[in-house]
C-alpha cells in the first residue's frame, strides 16, 4: 500500500461576494472607462486650440478625430477575438501600456500628422481596453445582481467624465497647452494598470480557446466596420452624391457581403454568426443600437435647435444640456434596485422605450420651447443609464464562457455604428431640407421654418427606426422566457 500522500485538488480562487471586496479590480476598470468617456470631450473642446497651433485644415482636423474612431470602431472585434484566446486581462494590460506610451509622446507632436498618429495608436489601445471592460467584470461575478452593480459603478466614472470634461478642458486651456489635455491620459492609464494586474486574476485556462484567429476575417470585418464609420463623413462633408462617398459605401458592402461569406465558411470564423441570433445575444444588441441611434439624433438635432435654431451661445446651451448630465450622475444608486425589481429583460425593454420615447417626445415637442427638450433630455438619460449596463449583460449572458470579450466587442461595435449612423442620417436629411449652410447662412423666419420641418423628419425617421429595433429585441427578449419556463 504506497504511503505517498495523495495529491491536494486545487480549488479555483472564490469569486468576490460585494464589491467592496474587488475594489482594486473595480477602480481598475473604471479607469478604463473614464479614459473612453473623457478622452473625446477633451479633445473636442480643445479642436480650434490645437488647429491654430498646428495650423491644420479643416480635413486634418477632421482626422485628428476620425483617426481615433476608425481605429477604435474598426479593430474592436479582432481584440475581442484575440482576447478570448490569448486572455483578456493580459490584452487589456498591453492596451494600457499603449496607451500610456501614445499619450506620453503626444509632447514631442509638432505637426497634424504627428497627432494623427497618435490619436490612431490610442484608438488601438482603446480597441484593445474598452471590450475587456465589461468581459472582465462580468466574470470576476457569479450573479448578475453583482454584475450589474459592478457594470454600473463603472459606467458612472466614465459618465462623471463625460459630463465635466468640457468645463475642466476649458479651465486647463486657459492655463496650460492643449497637450496636457491628452497627456493626462497616461496617469489614468497607470491607474488602470494597477488596479487590474493587483485586483483581476488571470483567465482560466477553461474560459479561453485555442482555435487559430480568423486572418481573413479579421481583415474584412475591419474593413466594414471601418467603411461604416468612414462614410457617414463623407457623406457629412462632401454630401452624399461624392463619388467618394458612393465609392466608400460600395466597398463596404462588398467587404460586409465577403465577411458574410467568409464567416459561413471558415473552419475557425472570428465570429460565430450563430451566436448572434441567440435570443439574449439579438436582443441585447437591437435594444443597444436602438438606444445608440435614438442618443445620436438627439445629441445633434438639440445641439443645433438651440444654438442655430434659437441662436443660443455654447455657453447658455451647455447648461441648457444639465439636465441630462444631472440624472445621468445622479441616477446611479437607483440602476440596480430598479432592475432588481422588474428583472433584467423587463429593464432592458423599458429603459431602451424611455431612450426611444426621448426622441419621440422632442421630435413633437421640442419646436415649440425649451420644455419639452429638457424633457427629451431627462428620459434619454434615465433610459441610457440602465440599457448601457443591462443590455451589455445580456449579451455576455447569452453567450460561452470563451466568447466573453468577442461580445463585449459586439456590444461597443454596434453602439458605435449606430451612433455614426445616426449622426450621418440626421445631417444628411438636413441638408436635403435645408437650403444654404446651416452655420453660414442668416437665420430667417422661413428658414428656420425650414429647419423644424427637417427636424420633424430626421427625428421621425430616427424614431421609427429605433423603435422597430426595440420591438424586434423584446420579441427575441421573450424567447429566452419561454424556453426558461
Known amino acids: 500500500m504506497s504511503t505517498e500522500p495523495s495529491p491536494q485538488r486545487v480549488s479555483p480562487p472564490l469569486s468576490p461576494i460585494s464589491l467592496r471586496q474587488a475594489w482594486p479590480a473595480l477602480a481598475g476598470l473604471s479607469a478604463v472607462f473614464l479614459f473612453e468617456m473623457l478622452d473625446n470631450s ?11 497651433d498646428l495650423r491644420a485644415s479643416t480635413t486634418g482636423l477632421q482626422w485628428v478625430t476620425g483617426a481615433y474612431s476608425t481605429a477604435f470602431g474598426g479593430l474592436m472585434l479582432l481584440f475581442g477575438a484575440v482576447a478570448d484566446r490569448f486572455g483578456r ?10 496607451l500610456a506610451v501614445a499619450s506620453l509622446s503626444t509632447g514631442l507632436v ?7 498618429a497618435v490619436r490612431t495608436a490610442m484608438g488601438i489601445a482603446a480597441a484593445m481596453t474598452t471590450p475587456g471592460t465589461m468581459a472582465l ?27 465635466i470634461g468640457p468645463t475642466v478642458g476649458g479651465l486647463a486651456l486657459a492655463v496650460a497647452p492643449w497637450q496636457a489635455l491628452l497627456l493626462a491620459n497616461a496617469p489614468i492609464a497607470l491607474i488602470a494598470f494597477v488596479g487590474i494586474r493587483s485586483g483581476v486574476g488571470a483567465d482560466a485556462r477553461h474560459e479561453l480557446h485555442r482555435e487559430p484567429i480568423d486572418v481573413a ?56 454568426l450563430a451566436l448572434i441570433a441567440r435570443p439574449l445575444v439579438a436582443s441585447g444588441l437591437a435594444f443597444k443600437a436602438a438606444s445608440g441611434l435614438a442618443v445620436a439624433g438627439l445629441s445633434y438635432l438639440s445641439t443645433l435647435l438651440l444654438q442655430f435654431g ?34 433584467l429583460s423587463r429593464a432592458a425593454a423599458v429603459s431602451a422605450s424611455a431612450v426611444v420615447g426621448g426622441l419621440a417626445v422632442f421630435t413633437a415637442f421640442g419646436r415649440f420651447g425649451y420644455g419639452g427638450v429638457a424633457l427629451a433630455l431627462v428620459l434619454v438619460a434615465a433610459g441610457m443609464r440602465v440599457i448601457g449596463v443591462v443590455a451589455g449583460n445580456d449579451v455576455l449572458r447569452g453567450l460561452p464562457e470563451d466568447r466573453t470579450s468577442i461580445g463585449a466587442a459586439l456590444v461597443d461595435t454596434s453602439s458605435e455604428l449606430a451612433t455614426g449612423i445616426g449622426i450621418a442620417a440626421t445631417g444628411s436629411i438636413l441638408a436635403a431640407l435645408l437650403t444654404g449652410s446651416i452655420a453660414t447662412t442668416p437665420w430667417t423666419g422661413t428658414r428656420l421654418a425650414q429647419f423644424e420641418s427637417g427636424v ?16 424586434f429585441a423584446i420579441i427575441r427578449s421573450r424567447r429566452v422566457v419561454e424556453q426558461v419556463g
Open 42 to 52: 477633451l479633445l473636442n473642446v480643445a479642436l480650434p486650440t490645437i488647429g491654430r
Open 89 to 98: 486581462r493580459r490584452v487589456m494590460l498591453v492596451g494600457l501600456v499603449l
Open 110 to 116: 509638432s505637426t497634424t500628422e504627428q497627432l494623427i
Open 137 to 163: 467584470a462580468f466574470r470576476m461575478f457569479d450573479t448578475d445582481d453583482l454584475r450589474v452593480r459592478a457594470l454600473t459603478v463603472i459606467s458612472t466614472a466614465g459618465l462623471v467624465g463625460l459630463a
Open 217 to 272: 476575417g479579421a481583415v474584412l470585418g475591419t474593413a466594414v466596420v471601418s467603411g461604416a464609420l468612414v462614410t457617414p463623413t463623407l457623406a457629412v462633408e462632401l454630401g452624399a452624391a461624392s463619388g467618394a462617398t458612393w465609392a466608400t459605401a460600395a466597398a463596404t458592402v462588398a467587404a460586409a457581403v465577403a465577411f458574410v461569406l467568409r464567416e459561413r465558411t471558415a473552419r475557425f470564423p472570428l465570429l460565430d
Open 310 to 343: 434659437w441662436g443660443w451661445p455654447p455657453a447658455l446651451a451647455a447648461v441648457g444640456m444639465l439636465p441630462q448630465v444631472a440624472v445621468l450622475i445622479a441616477s446611479g444608486r437607483l440602476v440596480g434596485p430598479f432592475v432588481h425589481r422588474i428583472g
Open 456 to 471: 420633424t423628419v430626421a427625428g421621425g425617421a430616427l424614431t421609427a427606426v429605433s423603435a422597430a429595433l426595440v420591438v
